[in-house]
């Protein structure tokens, strides 16, 4: 508000009352934002990367990140998984194995996560997950 010309005490008090009304609150804004994340099929360190960049306390981060299960986050890998095997369908079983788990990874899903979501996905596909 200060940049768009407004003077330090009508900034600071405008600041005040939207906090008070409840619309300053970083851990609704992080509760909001991993929940879209998720859907958008994206994994937790990289949500994580995100919130930060947005200046949002480790604290209120951590917590937000904590709500998410390890089934949430496979759930939202999966289908992920399921899109990139098929991209992937021309490809030898070991090179559609490691495209597959560095684009997981690429998008913050850990290895564990990563590899739980091929395995799913390959079983879905009615592929062997053997390479």
């Known amino acids: ?19 008070a009304l409840g619309y300053l609150n970083d851990r609704a804004f992080a509760d909001a934002l991993v929940g879209k994340r998720l859907r ?19 604290t209120v981060v951590g917590e937000a990140l904590g709500d998410v299960d390890a089934a949430a986050e496979l759930r939202s890998a999966v289908p992920l998984a399921v899109k990139l095997l098929r991209r992937h369908a021309s490809e030898e079983a070991h090179r559609q194995r490691e495209k597959v788990l560095g684009a ?14 091929l395995a799913q996905a390959t079983s879905q596909e009615g592929l062997s997950s053997e390479s």
Do not use: P, T, W
């Open 104 to 117: 997981l990874a690429r998008r913050g899903f850990s290895g564990s996560v990563s590899r739980d979501a």
């Open 1 to 19: 508000m200060r940049r768009a010309g407004y003077n330090a005490r009508a900034a600071d008090e405008a600041c005040r009352r939207a906090e």
């Open 40 to 58: 958008q099929g994206r994994g937790r360190m990289l949500i994580g990367r995100e919130l930060g960049h947005k200046g949002l306390d480790e």
